[in-house]
C-alpha cells in the first residue's frame, strides 16, 4: 500500500536553506576578485601571477597565493593603469594575451543552478504531497486498472461456491471468444450484466474470472470514482472509459459498486444537474450508443438494486441480471477447498461438518475463517490447522475475540452461567430448535459476557409459526432463567429482547401469523433483499392498527416468556448442576448438556416409579 507524507512548512525551509547554501559555496569558489592596480604589480614582481589577459581597460589572470587551494590560482581582476606592461610580464615569463576569458557561463551556473535545484525540490514536495492525484490536464481521464491476459491469473475454478452465476456467465466467455457464432442467426448479447447479491459472495471474483477465461483485456473501475466535485469531470470520464474499452475491444469494463453511479435520479434532494445525475446521464447514452457486436461487455456489481434507476436496468441497457447467492451448505465446502489450499491443512479436516458449522456465510467470510484458523496453528506451535483451530477460529468470527483477563465478580459470572444455560436448556427442550453445540461464559468481542452456540444441521429457506414462536422462547430463556434463580433480572438480555422483538414484530407485519391481525402485509418500508437495513420508515396504516399490532407483539413475547420459565422452572434441579459444572470449566459441549438432561430426565422417572 502506498504512503501518502503530509506536507510540512519546514520542508520548504529546509530546501531554501539548503540551496543558499550551495549558492555560496559556488560563489566563494567561482568568484573573481577584484585587486587594485598597485597590489597587482607587486605580485608580479614576486612571481605569484601565472598568466593574465589583458584588454584595453581591464587585466584578468591568476594569482598563487598562501590561501589558494587550486593549481592554476586565484582568479582576479584589475583596472589597467599602465598601457607598457608587456615588457614587465615578459621579463617575469608570465603568459598574457590580448582578450578578456568571458565569465558569462560562471555567472549563469552560479545563479541558475541553485534556481533550478530550488524549483527541483518544490516539484518532488509537491509530488509527495499530492501522491498520485492526477494533474489539471488528466482530471477528464478514466481512473480504470487496466488488466490484460498476463495479470489476470482468476479462473473459475477459483470462484466456488457459485455454480448457476457461473453457468450465465459461461455465453459471455463463448460470445468473446466466438462473436460470430452469435451474429450468424442474427442474435445479440446483452449489453449490460449486473451482478446483483450480498457484499462478499464474490461478484468481482466471477467478473475477472469470465476476463480470465475469455484472455481479453479487463477494465475495472468504482463506481464512486466517476464522481467528483468539478461538475462534467465525471460524463468525461465515462466518455473516455468507453473510448478506450472500443480501442482494446474485445474487453470487458466492470464497475464495482454501481449503486454509488446508479442511484435513482432525484434521490439527492440537490436538483437535477448535480454531478452525479451528469454522470448517470452519460452512461446511460454511452450504453446507448455503442454497438454490442464490437466486443465490449459492460459488467457491473452491487448489493443494493432496490435504489437504481430504473432507466438502468431496462431492456437494452443492463437486462441480463445474475444473482450470486450466499453459498449453501455444499458451495461453502467448495469454497473451503479452495481456501484450503493456501494453507497446510489436516489430512482429517471434516470439511462436511465445517460447512455445517458456517451457515449465512459468505466467501469473503469463509477466507478470513482459514484464515484465522491458520493464526491459531501458528500461535500453538503446530505444524498443520486442524479441525480444534478451525472450530476455535468459528466462534472467533461469529461470537468475537475470547477475553480470558477480563475479571468478572462471582456474582456477575454465575448470573451469566444461569443465563446461557437458560437459552439452551429452552433450545434442548423445544422442538424445531437449532441443535446446541457449546455454552461458555467467557467473555467475547465487544459486550459478550458469554455466549450459547448453536449450530443448524442443515440450511434452511421457511420457518414455521411454531419454530419462530419456540424460537423467541429460547432467546427468552436467559432472562426467565435469571428470574426464577435470583428472583431479579440484569441488563445482560437486551439483545435478546431486541431479537426476540423483531421476530415477533416480523411475524405480525410481514408474515401474516397473528389471528387478531389476519392475513395482511403491513411492512411498507422497502427493505434491502442483500442489506438488514430499511429504506424509510412508517407504515400505511391506521393508528388503531398500529396500536393492534403493538399489543400483538406483545402478546407473542408474554406468552413465550411464561413458556420458557415453565420450562425452567420444571428443570431446575438440571438448571444448578449444569450451572454448577459451567462454574467450574467455562465451558460446556452440548453433549454433555444433553447427557445430563437425558440423566435428570431418568432420575425423575425413577422417583415417581
Known amino acids: 500500500m502506498e504512503k501518502h507524507h503530509k506536507f510540512s512548512i519546514w520542508y520548504v525551509v529546509l530546501g531554501i536553506w539548503v540551496v543558499l547554501l550551495i549558492h555560496n559555496y559556488l560563489v566563494s569558489v567561482l568568484a573573481i576578485h577584484t585587486i587594485p592596480y598597485s597590489e597587482f604589480l607587486n605580485l608580479v614582481k614576486e612571481n605569484k601571477v601565472t598568466e593574465v589577459a589583458i584588454s584595453e581597460n581591464q587585466i584578468q589572470g591568476r594569482m598563487v597565493t598562501g590561501t589558494s587551494s587550486q593549481e592554476k590560482g586565484e582568479a582576479f581582476k584589475t583596472v589597467r593603469v599602465d598601457p607598457e606592461i608587456s615588457a614587465l610580464l615578459d621579463q617575469h615569463d608570465i603568459i598574457f594575451k590580448g582578450e578578456i576569458e568571458s565569465t558569462f557561463l560562471r555567472s549563469l551556473f552560479s545563479w541558475v543552478f541553485p534556481l533550478l ?211 449453501d451448505k455444499k458451495g461453502r465446502e467448495e469454497i473451503l477447498k479452495v481456501h484450503l489450499k493456501k494453507i497446510k491443512a489436516s489430512k482429517n479436516l471434516d470439511l462436511a461438518t465445517l460447512a455445517g458449522m458456517t451457515p449465512g456465510m459468505v466467501g ?103 419454530e419462530l414462536l419456540n424460537k423467541i422462547a429460547t432467546l427468552l430463556g436467559g432472562r426467565a432463567a435469571e428470574e426464577i434463580v435470583f428472583e431479579d433480572i440484569s441488563t445482560g438480555a437486551h439483545n435478546d429482547l431486541a431479537k426476540a422483538t423483531d421476530i415477533a414484530r416480523s411475524m405480525v407485519k410481514e408474515y401474516g401469523m397473528s389471528d387478531k391481525i389476519g392475513h395482511v402485509y403491513f411492512a411498507r418500508e422497502k427493505r434491502s433483499p442483500f442489506l438488514d437495513t430499511y429504506m424509510n420508515t412508517g407504515g400505511d396504516y391506521s393508528e388503531a392498527i398500529a396500536e393492534l399490532i403493538d399489543q400483538e407483539v406483545k402478546e407473542i413475547i408474554n406468552v413465550q416468556y411464561a413458556k420458557a420459565k415453565t420450562i425452567l422452572k420444571e428443570k431446575r434441579g438440571l438448571l444448578d448442576k449444569a450451572a454448577k459444572i459451567l462454574l467450574e470449566k467455562e465451558k460446556i459441549d452440548g453433549e454433555d448438556l444433553k447427557a445430563l438432561m437425558e440423566e435428570s430426565v431418568k432420575g425423575k422417572e425413577a422417583g415417581q416409579s
Open 117 to 327: 535545484l530550488f524549483f527541483g525540490v518544490w516539484y518532488f514536495l509537491m509530488k509527495r504531497m499530492t501522491g498520485q492525484q492526477p494533474g489539471f490536464m488528466t482530471l477528464g481521464k478514466n481512473r480504470a486498472k487496466i488488466y490484460v491476459e498476463d495479470d489476470l491469473n482468476v479462473r473459475f475454478e477459483d470462484a466456488a461456491g457459485v455454480d448457476e452465476a457461473k453457468q450465465e456467465l459461461m455465453e459471455v466467455i463463448e460470445f468473446l471468444k466466438e462473436p460470430a457464432k452469435f451474429t450468424e442467426l442474427g442474435g445479440k448479447m446483452p449489453r449490460g450484466i449486473l451482478l446483483v447479491g450480498a457484499p462478499g459472495t464474490g461478484k468481482t471474483l466471477l467478473a475477472k474470472a469470465v476476463a480470465g477465461e475469455s484472455h481479453v483485456p479487463f477494465f475495472s473501475m468504482s463506481g464512486s470514482e466517476f464522481v467528483e466535485m468539478f461538475v462534467g469531470l465525471g460524463a468525461a470520464r465515462v466518455r473516455d472509459l468507453f473510448v478506450q474499452a472500443k480501442q482494446k475491444a474485445p474487453c470487458i469494463i466492470f464497475i464495482d459498486e454501481l449503486d454509488a453511479l446508479g442511484k435513482a435520479r432525484g434521490m439527492s434532494g440537490i436538483g437535477g444537474h448535480d454531478e452525479r445525475e451528469q454522470t448517470l446521464n452519460q452512461l446511460l447514452v454511452e450504453m446507448d450508443g455503442f454497438d454490442p457486436q464490437v466486443g465490449v461487455i459492460l459488467m457491473a456489481a452491487t448489493n443494493r438494486p432496490e435504489i437504481l434507476d430504473p432507466a438502468l436496468l431496462r431492456p437494452g441497457r443492463f437486462d441480463r441480471n445474475i444473482l450470486v447467492d450466499r453459498p
Open 364 to 466: 469473503a467470510d469463509l477466507a478470513n475463517l482459514v484464515n484465522e484458523a491458520a493464526l491459531l496453528a501458528v500461535r500453538r506451535k503446530k505444524k498443520t490447522v486442524g479441525m480444534s483451530e478451525f472450530e476455535e477460529a468459528v466462534e472467533r468470527v461469529m461470537a468475537g475475540l475470547e477475553k480470558k483477563n477480563r475479571l468478572i465478580n462471582p456474582r456477575e459470572k454465575e448470573i451469566v452461567a444461569y443465563h446461557e444455560l437458560g437459552h439452551a436448556t429452552v433450545a434442548l427442550s423445544l422442538p424445531g430448535t437449532d441443535p446446541v453445540q457449546k455454552i461458555s461464559i467467557i467473555p467475547r468481542g465487544i459486550a459478550a459476557l458469554g455466549y450459547t452456540m448453536q449450530v443448524p444441521t442443515e440450511d434452511r429457506f421457511l420457518m414455521s409459526k411454531t
